[in-house]
T-cell receptor, first 116, second 113 residues
Framework: EAGVAQSPRYKIIEKRQSVAFWCNPI?????LYWYQQILGQGPKLLIQFQNNGVVDDSQLPKDRFSAERLKGVDSTLKIQPAKLEDSAVYLC??????FGSGNTIYFGEGSWLTVV | AQSVAQPEDQVNVAEGNPLTVKCTYSVSGNPYLFWYVQYPNRGLQFLLKYITGDNLVKGSYGFEAEFNKSQTSFHLKKPSALVSDSALYFC???????????WGAGTKLIIKP
């Protein structure tokens, strides 16, 4: 079974530029998550989708971050304009249904962003 | 409010010795508990979870964890550590009917030859 696919793996941009990350979840997984992980810290949920609807985006900095999951399958996370503090790993994950049912969340390898 | 604590930033163990990585939690309702491992420059990999049933849960790579309801703990254990177990370990907790999963800050495990 294929895992969660993410691209690009690594990206270096200058502050105020824009960047987009793409994620393809495990086939059949209804729930998709985007997490931000600062080096040395635990992951922080940015947004959670159930199919193509948003369940939680309370920690998404909406003035600069946006995410969409068209057709309820793959998803794109965009940052515009980027700030230095956005340097982090952006982890996409998926699960069969919403976490509340105890389903395991599976992560991709992450997209490593450096803002200079 | 839900919370999870990993009280040790780093754990050092000699190869071949048993290891324990600690996790305590606070939830209202029945807890769902997870352990994940993260190797350098990699995403998080699922190790094991407790949802219900037997308090001793066995997972990948020889790891196991024991759910202790009275102590609200879910410590990760392995009888004999390998150098390749060196990584960052995360505990996470949720509860039935609540979609939010709360993550610990992580514990760096260093296994010395």
């Amino acid at each position: 079974e294929a895992g969660v696919a993410q691209s690009p793996r690594y990206k270096i941009i200058e502050k105020r530029q824009s960047v987009a990350f793409w994620c393809n979840p495990i086939s059949g997984h209804a729930t998709l998550y985007w997490y931000q992980q600062i080096l040395g810290q635990g992951p922080k949920l940015l947004i959670q989708f159930q199919n193509n609807g948003v369940v939680d985006d309370s920690q998404l900095p909406k003035d600069r971050f946006s995410a969409e999951r068209l057709k309820g399958v793959d998803s794109t996370l965009k940052i515009q304009p980027a700030k230095l503090e956005d340097s982090a790993v952006y982890l996409c994950a998926s699960s069969l249904e919403g976490f509340g049912s105890g389903n395991t969340i599976y992560f991709g390898e992450g997209s490593w962003l450096t803002v200079v | 409010a839900q919370s999870v604590a990993q009280p040790e930033d780093q754990v050092n163990v000699a190869e071949g010795n048993p290891l324990t990585v600690k996790c305590t939690y606070s939830v209202s309702g029945n807890p769902y508990l997870f352990w994940y491992v993260q190797y350098p420059n990699r995403g998080l990999q699922f190790l094991l979870k407790y949802i219900t049933g037997d308090n001793l849960v066995k997972g990948s790579y020889g790891f196991e964890a024991e759910f202790n309801k009275s102590q609200t703990s879910f410590h990760l254990k392995k009888p004999s550590a390998l150098v390749s177990d060196s990584a960052l370990y995360f505990c996470a907790v949720g509860s039935s009917g609540n979609y939010q999963l709360i993550w610990g800050a992580g514990t760096k495990l260093i296994i010395k030859p």
